[in-house]
């Protein structure tokens, strides 16, 4: 059972241009989050999706950041019109339960994305 | 708001056990305590979770205060590879996992 794969692992991108991250979350995990991590700070939450859903958002900008989690593939975290401040790490976890509760959540090895 | 309060920074000889303490005094009944580590480089790794009782795993220990309102992560014996940033977490109600700053370990030879 592979763990949660992420793709790209490192993304460069022109100020302006959409950066799409993939996130393949552990076979049978229907939970998928997002996290951000600025270089010497902690995991920022962004987003809980489950299937087909968006759980909670609280942590997602209002502009430019958008998540979805399909039926059948990857979930996908979509950045239009990057800035130099998007540069950072995002990681994705995933979970068979919600990952708050007595369930252990998987993490990926993370998107570094450049902005230049 | 992560809602734990932990050390920023602590230190250990390899070889010696570490104690790592996170108050969590608000939290509810229903909420876990979920630890997990970031090695440099590195996505984050689950270490432990528990809700009342002490558990064990082949990682390390979590004690729980009998009211709940802290718990300390323990090392039984560190080594090298145990270097990482150490996050105490609670469990929300909706299922997610709120990181706080967490405490850098650093393991001196």
């Known amino acids: 059972n592979a763990g949660v794969m992420q793709n790209p692992r490192h993304l460069v991108r022109r100020r302006g241009q959409e950066a799409r991250l993939r996130c393949s979350p552990m076979?049978?995990?229907?939970?998928v989050y997002w996290y951000r991590q600025l270089p010497e700070e902690g995991l920022k939450f962004m987003v809980y999706?489950?299937?087909?859903?968006?759980?909670?958002e609280s942590g997602m900008p209002k502009e430019r950041f958008s998540a979805e989690f399909p039926k059948e593939g990857p979930s996908i975290l979509r950045i239009q019109q990057v800035v130099r401040g998007d540069s950072a790490a995002y990681f994705c976890?995933?979970?068979?339960?919600?990952?708050?509760?007595?369930?252990?959540?998987?993490f990926g090895q993370g998107t570094r994305l450049t902005v230049v | 708001d992560a809602k734990t309060t932990q050390p920023n920074s602590m230190e250990s000889n390899e070889e010696e056990p570490v104690h790592l303490p996170c108050n969590h005094s608000?939290?509810?009944?229903?909420?876990?305590i979920h630890w997990y580590r970031q090695l440099p480089s590195q996505g984050p790794e689950y270490v432990i979770h528990?809700?009342?009782s002490n558990v064990n795993n082949r990682m390390a220990s979590l004690a729980i205060a009998e009211d709940r309102k802290s718990s300390t992560l323990i090392l039984h014996r560190a080594t090298l590879r145990d270097a990482a940033v150490y996050y105490c977490?609670?469990?929300?109600?909706?299922?997610?996992?709120?990181f706080g700053k967490g405490t850098k370990l650093s393991v001196k030879p």
């Open positions: 528990g809700l009342t």
């Open positions: 976890a995933s979970s068979p339960l919600p990952g708050g509760l007595s369930t252990e959540a998987f």
């Open positions: 977490i609670r469990g929300g109600s909706q299922g997610n996992l709120i």
């Open positions: 076979k049978g995990h229907s939970h």
């Open positions: 608000t939290i509810s009944g229903t909420d876990y």
């Open positions: 999706l489950q299937k087909e859903n968006i759980i909670d």
